[in-house]
């Protein structure tokens, strides 16, 4: 069983998030130097931003400078482009630390990102998955209205994403969300993570969550990986986005 919260309020939420975001980031600080997490894009920025900045009684414990920061997956586009998910991710949380603290961040080389060929693509792929850890302790995850996560999208012609088994981190060339060119983890690394976690909220999702819990539609990439992956999955919802879901049986 995945294990699911759902919440009332946004705060609420977000609180709980950062909460259990700190105790994955203290149990791997426990029995290590270093606390290795992954962050996607969309809206789940702004819901770390108010767990891990906004929430007082939250940013005093998180050890940012012990934290390495990968992203789940990249719009290949430059570092400064509005869609960059690593420059999002800069604006709305780490520019908003203060500046004594030190952050560890592993972006995407945008070296490449001008070259339009197929080789400069997986390039950049290839060249994330090096510096990408064996196991990451915690993955951020999003989950789109048609329920993708990272760039792993559903339907056949998107299925080269999900039936990648060699390479961790592959060239999404097709994402029907825009950009259209992408990086993404594979499941190869979501199976050796030791938790992923998802955020969803608003009734923009509802649909989508009643067809991803109470239908398990397992074309669905998060269905999928809720199936294979169930005792690590965790899901923080807000009540919006399960308007519609009838199961308890998760
Ligand atoms: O770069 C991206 O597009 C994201 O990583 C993507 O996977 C995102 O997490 C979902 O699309 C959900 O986004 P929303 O929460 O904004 O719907």
């Known amino acids: ?21 700190v105790k994955k980031q203290d149990e791997a600080l426990q029995k290590k130097t270093d606390f290795k997490v992954s962050v ?46 690593y420059g999002a991710f800069k604006k709305v949380v780490l520019n908003k630390l203060p500046s004594t603290i030190q952050t560890n961040i592993y ?13 400069s693509k997986n390039k950049i792929a ?9 196991s990451l302790d915690l993955v951020l995850l999003g989950c789109g209205p048609d329920g993708h996560t990272c760039s792993l999208f559903p339907g ?35 199976k050796d993570a030791k938790a992923l976690c998802f955020v969803a909220e608003g009734s923009s999702k509802q649909n989508i969550m009643h067809e991803i819990f109470d239908l398990k539609n397992d074309q669905l990439p998060t269905v999928l990986i809720n199936k294979l992956f169930d ?8 009540k919006e986005a399960f308007g519609k879901v009838q199961t308890k049986n998760f």
């Open 231 to 238: 005792k690590k999955t965790y899901w923080f919802v807000n």
């Open 40 to 85: 996607s894009g969309g809206s789940l920025i702004n819901a770390l931003y108010e767990s891990l900045v906004a929430d007082e009684s939250l940013s005093s414990r998180v050890q940012w400078s012990k934290w390495k920061i990968y992203f789940s997956d990249e719009r290949i586009v430059p570092l400064t482009d509005a869609d960059s998910n």
């Open 156 to 190: 056949e012609k998107h299925k080269y994403l999900l039936e990648e088994t060699s390479k961790r981190v592959a060239w999404c060339h097709d994402s029907p969300k825009p950009p259209s060119d992408r990086i993404t983890f594979t499941l190869p690394v979501l």
């Open 107 to 119: 972006p995407m080389d945008e070296s490449l990102v001008g070259n339009n060929d197929a080789e």
């Open 1 to 21: 069983m995945v294990t699911v919260s759902v919440f009332p309020v946004r705060a609420s939420l977000t609180h709980q998030l950062g909460e259990f975001i």
């Open 126 to 134: 290839a060249e994330y998955e090096q510096i990408l850890p064996q």
